[in-house]
């Protein structure tokens, strides 16, 4: 998979991982510290998006148009 499309990946789950990591705050207790929260899972999602994403994205598709 390109290096491009190994970015968008990960953005893309970087960007849904600090969105979800502020709607889940409003449950929490109004005192709860949270610290770094956002960027724990900002940096969690970049590193799934960039190996897990890229490992499994392309496969199938693009086997098949090349075997034919």
């Known amino acids: 998979m390109p290096i491009a499309a190994r970015f968008i990946a990960a953005r893309c789950l970087a960007v849904l991982a600090w969105v979800l990591s502020e709607h889940i705050k409003p449950l929490f207790d109004e005192n709860k510290a949270f610290g770094n929260f956002n960027f ?24 098949q148009s090349i075997m034919g």
């Open 40 to 63: 724990i899972s900002l940096t969690i999602a970049v590193v799934i998006g960039w190996q897990v994403i890229d490992s499994r994205a392309g496969g199938t598709l693009v086997r």
